[in-house]
């Protein structure tokens, strides 16, 4: 696994409509994305929110981070013509 990349952090907020969750980006948390994808040539980026352990009144009391996972290239799904099928265990 690679290094992890943070890239920002968020707070719940509470409002008369209910929880809110207000992101905050710097611009140099911009930069992290954009250099994450151009490296990867991705279209897409996910980042997760996480919640973070230790939380002061006033402050975030979230953090985000991209997610990298990828799949692994042995675990890619076989069509459904190539699957075995044994008509003995069917319950019918």
Same mark, same amino acid.
């Given at each position: 696994?690679?290094?992890?990349?943070?890239?920002?952090?968020?707070?719940?907020?509470?409002?008369?409509?209910?929880?809110?969750?207000?992101?905050?980006?710097?611009?140099?948390?911009?930069?992290?994305?954009?250099?994450?994808?151009?490296?990867?040539?991705? /279209?897409?980026?996910?980042?997760?929110?996480? #919640?973070? %352990?230790?939380?002061? !009144?006033g402050? *975030?009391?979230?953090?985000?981070?991209?997610?990298?996972?990828k799949?692994?290239? /042995?675990?890619?799904?076989?069509?459904?013509? #190539?699957? %075995?099928?044994?008509? !003995?265990?069917? *319950?019918?």
């Open positions: 696994m690679s290094e992890k990349i943070y890239c920002g952090n968020a707070k719940i907020v509470k409002t008369q409509f209910g929880e809110m969750t207000k992101i905050s980006l710097h611009k140099d948390d911009i930069n992290k994305i954009v250099k994450f994808m151009k490296e990867g040539n991705l /279209d897409w980026c996910n980042i997760v929110i996480k #919640e973070k %352990q230790n939380k002061t !009144d402050k *975030p009391t979230h953090y985000l981070e991209i997610d990298d996972w799949p692994t290239p /042995d675990a890619t799904p076989q069509p459904a013509s #190539e699957v %075995q099928q044994d008509d !003995d265990n069917l *319950p019918f």
